[in-house]
């Protein structure tokens, strides 16, 4: 199983398509928010499943501020991490995917990728499509890949611009 997971596009589009051409096949995209009204084009653009949620910057969207679901037999939550304030720290939003029995919390907010696991959840920030903030400021995204026997690899990946 192998899942793309991109946040913070702001509407700058065109990188979220050269990423997904890029990476395909994927059996899903995360999309952990602020498309700013990007999210159907995304979903219609994708030959997978495609789940997002709503980023601070969404002022019009109906998306869901987060979700929890079962994919691949892993259990995730994904949320854009405002409301968790990620800026300041990631313990409240591993206490919530912890006290969920979540394998994956998804989220993004803070522009700079992140990639820790601690208790068994894998903690993963993609970082920013359009805006990083990150030393090298490089946009950047995630690749979760699941093999047969559930083994997990995270790899975070930069891309030239």
Same mark, same amino acid.
């Given at each position: 199983?192998?899942?793309?997971?991109?946040?913070?596009? $702001?509407?700058?589009? =065109?990188?979220?398509?050269?990423?997904?051409?890029?990476?395909?096949? +994927?059996?899903?995209?995360?999309?952990?928010?602020?498309?700013?009204?990007?999210?159907?084009?995304?979903?219609?653009?994708?030959?997978?499943?495609?789940?997002? +949620?709503?980023?601070?910057?969404? /002022? /019009?969207?109906?998306?869901?501020?987060? =979700?929890?679901?079962?994919? !691949?037999?892993?259990?995730?939550?994904?949320? $854009?991490? $405002?409301?968790?304030? +990620?800026?300041? !720290?990631?313990?409240?939003?591993?206490?919530?995917?912890?006290?969920?029995?979540?394998? /994956?919390?998804?989220?993004?907010?803070?522009?700079?990728?992140?990639?820790?696991?601690?208790?068994?959840?894998?903690?993963?920030?993609?970082?920013?499509?359009?805006?990083?903030?990150?030393?090298?400021?490089?946009?950047?995204?995630?690749?979760?890949?699941?093999?047969?026997?559930?083994?997990?690899? +995270?790899?975070?990946?930069?891309?030239?611009?």
């Amino acid at each position: 199983m192998k899942i793309l997971v991109v946040s913070d596009t $702001h509407g700058m589009d =065109r990188r979220f398509y050269e990423v997904y051409k890029k990476e395909k096949p +994927v059996d899903m995209v995360i999309h952990c928010g602020d498309t700013q009204g990007s999210e159907d084009d995304f979903d219609r653009s994708v030959n997978c499943v495609f789940c997002a +949620v709503q980023g601070n910057n969404d /002022f /019009f969207s109906n998306l869901p501020r987060e =979700r929890f679901f079962q994919y !691949g037999g892993k259990s995730f939550f994904v949320t $854009h991490g $405002h409301l968790y304030n +990620v800026s300041s !720290g990631y313990h409240r939003l591993l206490d919530e995917a912890k006290n969920r029995g979540c394998d /994956f919390v998804l989220f993004g907010h803070t522009h700079r990728p992140f990639y820790e696991e601690i208790d068994g959840v894998h903690i993963i920030n993609p970082g920013s499509l359009s805006y990083p903030r990150q030393f090298s400021h490089r946009p950047s995204y995630a690749i979760i890949d699941v093999d047969s026997n559930g083994d997990v690899k +995270v790899t975070l990946k930069e891309i030239e611009d």
